[in-house]
């Protein structure tokens, strides 16, 4: 598990909610009357009828916004909580820094009577499709093949699932991995680097030579040139994905 308490200072800072993105995860909820957030960090796209969040990182707990729903630490792995808690669970974006998935995924389905909302991404679409890691950090790439979640594993222990493609738009304002794809100067920015745990763990000196070379493509203009599609797109696909698992 992330040490958050020493990485997530920084998150209410660079890591608030895109209300285009809250949208489609508040669709995929449906029309649960309580929920219960795994993995809740600041408390970034919670429903108004969130019940409870569950924190291992007393730090990003104390970072949740005033009248935000009440947070308890606990670990995925072990939820505090009756069987069939709430009409739905939800993990954003957490999956992946589990100690163990099984357990963590089998306490989402015990808590949970109805529905199921995961945000992970494909590290395979993501290798491929996403500049940043394919032609300046390879390093990041790995460290995320070490711990994202493979998707057809994540579909078969929720007991299968549906799976919705969350575009990034261009000036997304929650500073997730990819979320500066056409912002690229960004990453040369350690505030913005400490809010993206795959650069935050990996720490400067892994990632310094890839960085010069991102800044001195973009000083001699090559990135833009190489990249000059990518400046005409308000979205892009990057591998991110909603698992919607009903009970």
């Known amino acids: 598990m992330v040490a958050y308490d020493s990485l997530g200072a920084t998150y209410a800072r660079t890591r608030r909610p895109d209300p285009r993105i809250a949208v489609q995860i508040h669709a995929a909820l449906g029309d649960a009357t309580d929920v219960i957030n795994v993995g809740a960090g600041t408390g970034s796209y919670e429903p108004p009828q969130t019940a409870l969040a569950i924190e291992p990182s007393r730090v990003m707990i104390d970072q949740r916004p005033p009248g935000s729903a009440p947070a308890v630490r606990a670990v995925a792995e072990q939820l ?8 739905a669970a939800m993990a954003l974006l957490t999956v992946h820094h589990w100690a163990d998935l099984a357990t963590g995924i089998g306490e989402l389905r ?12 494909d590290q395979r679409v993501f290798r491929e499709r996403f500049w940043l890691v394919r032609d300046y950090l390879p390093e990041a ?12 594993q994540l579909a078969d222990l929720l007991g299968g699932a549906r799976q919705e493609p969350v575009r990034v738009p261009h000036d997304c304002v929650d500073g997730f991995g990819a979320a500066y794809w056409r912002r690229p100067s960004a990453y040369l920015d350690p505030q913005v680097r400490a809010g993206i745990s795959m650069l935050a763990q990996l720490g400067d000196d892994a990632v310094e030579h890839g960085l010069a070379r991102l800044a001195e493509d973009l000083a001699t203009g090559r990135w833009h040139t190489r990249h000059a599609e990518l ?17």
């Open 231 to 247: 400046l005409t797109l308000d979205t892009i696909d990057v591998g991110y994905r909603l698992f919607v698992a009903d009970q």
């Open 80 to 87: 505090p909580l009756r069987d069939n808690a709430a009409d």
């Open 110 to 121: 015990r808590v949970a009577r109805r529905r199921i909302v995961v945000l992970t991404w």
């Open 141 to 152: 790439a790995a460290f995320d093949d070490t711990r994202a979640t493979p998707t057809d």
